[in-house]
């Protein structure tokens, strides 16, 4: 059994920073590319920032140069700082990896997500 746990989330004035933080755990042989996306009331999930074991990384426009996603392969952690926060980047924040248990093929998981809100 694999599970993400996330932390971090919480309520930040316009211009604050919060630091999310997602464990996996379980039964593990290998975490691929990690990431994170968000949900708003009424929109789509998308994704914010994913990161490969490798160390390469991507983000959505929106959040280009405020945002910065990190991990820690030794703790199958992965981050996202958020800097410059604005009411636009409240939503539901969710994990999500692709993870091989061992002896099984890779599957793709996600966290329960943690609620984001930017408010004055």
């Known amino acids: 059994q694999v599970q993400l746990v996330e932390s971090g989330g919480g309520l930040v004035q316009p211009g604050g920073s919060l630091r999310l933080s997602c464990a996996a755990s379980?039964?593990?042989?290998?975490?691929?590319?990690m990431g994170w996306y968000r949900q708003a009331p009424g929109k789509q999930r998308e994704l914010v920032a994913a990161?490969?074991?490798?160390?390469?990384?991507n983000y959505a426009d929106s959040v280009k140069g405020r945002f910065t996603i990190s991990r820690d392969n030794a703790k199958n952690t992965v981050y996202l700082q958020m800097n410059s926060l604005t009411p636009e980047d409240t939503a539901v924040y969710y994990c999500?990896?692709?993870?091989?248990?061992?002896?099984?093929?890779?599957?793709?998981?996600w966290g329960q997500g943690t609620q984001v809100t930017v408010s004055s």
């Open positions: 379980g039964s593990i042989f290998s975490v691929y590319t």
């Open positions: 999500n990896a692709d993870i091989k248990p061992p002896g099984m093929g890779t599957w793709n998981y």
């Open positions: 990161t490969t074991s490798g160390g390469s990384t």
